[in-house]
Nanobody, 122 residues
């Protein structure tokens, strides 16, 4: 059974930092593009960042460029999202996802975690 499990969410003040982690099991991790998405109530899931299979390339949404960094470790099946200079508008449930191609479209990711809540207070 394939599982993705996020952790690291919480409450932080604006300007602060959080590091989200995602571990996987049952997945050939090094063969998967990994991504982070976020969602707020009543809105569609929004792309945040994604990283290539070997970690050599990445892409990120304009709204988080220069503030968020995605990274991965294929030796132990972890992917992280370092979030700095957080803003209240970053408040959302953040999801880890796995897919076949580096893409910003949620529908192109096959596997999803259950999400972790990030709340940024002003």
């Amino acid at each position: 059974q394939v599982r993705l499990l996020e952790s690291g969410g919480g409450l932080v003040q604006a300007g602060g930092s959080l590091r989200l982690s995602c571990t996987t099991s049952g997945l050939t991790f090094s063969s998967a593009v990994m991504g982070w998405f976020r969602q707020t109530p009543g809105k569609e899931r929004e792309f945040v960042a994604a990283i290539t299979r070997d970690g050599s390339g990445a892409m990120a949404a304009d709204s988080v460029l220069g503030r968020f960094t995605i990274s991965r470790n294929n030796a132990n099946n972890w992917v992280w999202l370092q979030m700095n200079s957080l803003k209240p508008e970053d408040t959302a449930v953040y999801y880890c996802a796995a897919g076949p191609v580096l893409d910003s479209t949620a529908v192109n990711y096959d596997l999803w975690g259950q999400g972790t809540q990030v709340t940024v207070s002003s």
